[in-house]
């Protein structure tokens, strides 16, 4: 399944690839207008549409959880310089102020990384469980 945005002034996103079934989570942040999405698929499949103000906060302390999940910084947090992330089929990409639009690949699940400066959202794309922790 493949699953893109498209939009004024000739737009163009790529939101989500998915070989296997699954899920999936994306960003339109800071996209502009956005006229359609489209889908590729050869199943059937559902797409949610929900606000970044519904994404439960976070403080800088250790995430858990199980799939796919968007967390928003929360109001005056004090966020850890890196964190650890732990899970297997577990990625995690961060959206900054500086490039809404460009979500950056921290790691994949097992490995310590860099937070990037100017931190609005974070994006988790996981096949099981996993764990965000402070690496200080």
Known sequence: ????????????LSLAELSEP???????????????LTMASDGEWTV?????????SWNGETLTGEGVAVYRLAE?????????LEGAGVDVAAVTVDAPDEPIVLAQGGSSVDLPDGLLMILVN???SWTIAPAD
Not at 48 to 56: F, G, H, R
Not at 76 to 84: D, L, N, Q, S
Request: charged share 25%.
């Open 126 to 128: 996981g096949e099981g």
């Open 76 to 84: 005056g947090a004090e966020i850890p310089r890196a964190v650890r």
């Open 48 to 56: 949610d549409i929900e606000p970044l103000s519904t994404a439960p």
């Open 22 to 36: 699954g899920e999936a989570v994306s960003t339109l942040y800071g996209s502009g207008d956005i006229d359609y």
């Open 1 to 12: 399944m493949r699953v893109g945005a498209e939009g004024a002034h000739g737009l163009r």
